[in-house]
């Protein structure tokens, strides 16, 4: 176990945002801590994929502030969040249609090489990106119906095992995954759980959505609840308080 006092990765502190006329954040704070499974949780609309998304750099806040290990963290872009150490799993899945999956797990950070060459002027490990690519996948145990294939041509659950697998590669600090096993059947849900086990035990601070309360209870160490972009509530999930937290969820007041 994690020392009980470790600073919080991520500090989500008074967070605001709109859009337009839609007030999708309100004042929202919480932490994140190493080797703990936060799940953020709220009915549709409730600002989930909102909030995810000011972490991952694809929004900014129109007020408060965003902490990375204590330091207010400069997160512009995706690209400056996945600097920073934080991967996300999309709810709208972002993968490349036209390329295959190791093609997507790579895209725009190449195995290249030589190393003491410019990035522009390498030229691509290709087998390197395949085979790593590969191996993530085959510890999903997911099946893709050919490795070399464009991922248009797969299914939501093969899809979103590639984009979860595509995040543990890459995770150093945070991992937030968006309705992760929402494409996906049963075995192909029980890999992705193990895969955030997996995560957490190494060491790095997951954020999970889902509205499957039985992943919640079996998963997470905490849970964080907001409504129309307010947090409602924040406690830790067991088989004895799951009538509490749906009801936190949908605002109907125990
Ligand atoms: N890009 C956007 N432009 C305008 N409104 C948005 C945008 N993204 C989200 N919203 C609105 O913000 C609110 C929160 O949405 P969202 O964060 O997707 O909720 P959740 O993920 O909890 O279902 C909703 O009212 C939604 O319609
Ligand atoms: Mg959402």
């Keep these: 176990m994690n020392a009980p006092v470790a600073a919080p990765v991520l500090s989500v502190r008074n967070a605001e945002k709109r859009f337009g006329a839609v007030h999708a954040l309100k004042d929202v704070s919480f932490d994140a801590r190493r080797g703990e499974v936060l799940a953020l949780l ?17 929004h900014a806040l129109d007020a408060g502030e965003i902490l990375l290990d204590g330091e207010a963290a400069a997160l512009h872009s995706p690209a400056a969040a996945r600097n920073a150490g934080i991967e996300t799993v ?20 190449e195995i290249s090489f030589p190393q003491w060459l410019p990035r522009g002027l390498r030229f ?48 150093r600090k945070l991992v937030m995954l968006d309705e992760p096993t929402a494409a996906l059947g049963l075995r192909e849900s029980h ?64």
């Excluded at 999309?90 to 950070?109: K, S, V």
């Excluded at 999970?208 to 307010?230: F, S, Y």
């Design 90 to 109: 999309y709810q709208d899945l972002a993968l490349f249609d036209n390329l295959t999956p190791a093609q997507n797990f790579y895209c725009g950070r």
């Design 42 to 58: 709220g009915d549709n609309g409730a600002g989930k994929s909102t909030l995810v998304k000011c972490i991952a750099g694809v």
């Design 191 to 254: 890999k992705v759980l193990d895969l955030i086990k997996q995560l957490r035990a190494e060491g790095n601070a997951v954020i999970l959505i889902t509205h499957n309360m039985e992943h919640v209870v079996e998963l997470a160490d905490r849970a964080v609840v907001l409504r129309q972009g307010r947090k409602v509530g924040e406690l830790k999930p067991d088989r004895s308080n799951r009538q509490e937290l749906v009801s936190m969820i949908v605002g109907a007041e125990a």
């Design 124 to 171: 691509m490990n290709s087998r390197a990106m395949d085979q790593e690519a590969a191996d993530v996948i085959d510890r999903l145990k997911v099946r893709l119906p050919k490795f070399d294939a464009p991922v248009a041509l797969m299914s939501g659950g093969q899809r979103q095992a590639i984009a979860v697998a595509r995040a543990t590669v890459f995770t």
